[in-house]
C-alpha cells in the first residue's frame, strides 16, 4: 500500500508539472529542456556513455531551436534545419526497430559517437516542442492530446495485459508485455481519440484517429526498445528519480520515440491540406 501511494504522489507531481507547463510556451520549453537533460543522464548510465558531449549536443540544439522559434522574427531556414533533422532522426529509429527484432546487442554505428543521443532523446525533445507549436503559435492541445494517448494506451495495455494477455509480444525483452495488451491499448487510444477531437477543436475525428494508432504502434515499440537497453545493461529501471515510476526515461520512452512520427504526419496534413 505504501509502495502504491508513493508511485501514485510521483506520478501526479509529473503530471501535474506537464499540465502546468502548458499554459506558457517558456514554461514548457524550459521543463522540456530539464527533462532531457535528466532523460540523457539516464541514457548514458544505460549505454555506459562518459563524457560531457552528449549534455552540450543536446543543449546547444535544443535551445537554439527554442530561440529560433521564441527570438527571431524570421523563419528562414527553419524548415529546411527540421526538415534535415526530421529525416535524420526517423533514419536512427528506424534502425532502431530494425535492431529491436534481432537477438544481437545494439550494432557499434547506433551507440557510438553520440549517435542515439543526437537523434533519438535530443532530437525527439525538439519534436515534441514543435508539436506544441504546430500552428506557428503557441497552442499546446495537440500535445496534450498526444499525452492523454500515450496514458491512455499505456494504462489499458497494462490492464488488459494483466487480466486477459496469454501471448507474449516480445517475451525476449519483456516477458509481461502481451498481444491483448497492446491492442486493448490501441483500442481505447483509438475510443478516446474521439473525446480528444471533440473537446480540442485542433484536429478532426480522422487524424486523431490515425494519431492513436500512430502513438501506439511507435509508443510500445519506444518501449520496447527501452527495455532491450535496459536489459542489455542487467537494471530494472532507467533512474530513481520517480519513486515507485523508475526514471523518468521509463515514463517518457513512449512519447520520445512517438514524437518524431507524430510530427511527421502533422507536416504530411500540412502539405495536403
Known amino acids: 500500500m505504501k509502495e502504491l501511494i508513493v508511485r501514485a504522489i510521483s506520478g501526479v507531481l509529473y503530471a501535474a508539472l506537464f499540465l502546468a507547463s502548458l499554459q506558457s510556451q517558456h514554461f514548457l520549453i524550459g521543463l522540456f529542456f530539464v527533462f532531457g537533460l535528466i532523460c ?6 544505460l549505454i555506459n556513455q ?6 552540450v549536443i543536446f543543449i546547444i540544439s535544443y535551445l537554439a531551436f527554442s530561440y529560433w522559434q521564441l527570438v527571431l522574427d524570421s523563419n528562414e531556414g527553419f524548415n529546411e534545419a527540421i526538415q534535415i533533422l526530421h529525416v535524420l532522426t526517423i533514419f536512427v529509429m528506424l534502425f532502431l526497430i530494425k535492431d529491436l527484432f534481432s537477438k544481437k546487442t545494439l550494432p557499434l554505428f547506433i551507440t557510438n559517437k553520440y549517435i542515439n543521443t543526437t537523434f533519438y532523446l535530443s532530437s525527439a525533445f525538439i519534436f515534441i516542442i514543435l508539436i506544441g507549436n504546430y500552428y506557428d503559435n503557441f497552442n499546446p492541445n495537440i500535445l496534450l492530446g498526444a499525452f492523454i494517448l500515450v496514458w491512455v494506451n499505456d494504462s489499458f495495455a497494462y490492464l488488459v495485459g494483466k487480466n486477459f494477455g496469454k501471448q507474449k509480444l516480445f517475451s525476449s525483452i519483456s516477458p509481461k508485455k502481451t498481444v491483448e495488451g497492446f491492442l486493448g491499448g490501441l483500442l481505447f487510444a483509438c475510443i478516446s481519440s474521439y473525446f480528444i477531437a471533440k473537446y480540442t477543436n485542433t484536429l478532426g475525428s480522422t487524424e486523431w484517429l490515425i494519431l492513436a494508432i500512430i502513438v501506439s504502434v511507435f509508443g510500445t515499440l519506444g ?9 542489455q545493461a542487467g537494471v530494472k529501471d532507467s533512474g530513481v528519480i520517480m519513486p515507485g515510476h523508475g526514471g523518468l526515461l521509463d515514463r517518457l520512452d513512449s512519447i520520445i520515440f512517438a514524437a518524431p512520427f507524430i510530427y511527421l504526419f502533422l507536416r504530411i496534413l500540412t502539405y495536403v491540406s
Do not use: Q, T, V
Not at 562518459?50 to 549534455?55: D, E, H, N, P
Not at 518501449?223 to 536489459?231: A, F, H, M, Q, V
Open 40 to 45: 540523457i543522464a539516464e541514457f548514458n548510465k
Open 223 to 231: 518501449d520496447l526498445i527501452e527495455s532491450k537497453y535496459k536489459r
Open 50 to 55: 562518459k563524457g560531457i558531449s552528449s549534455y
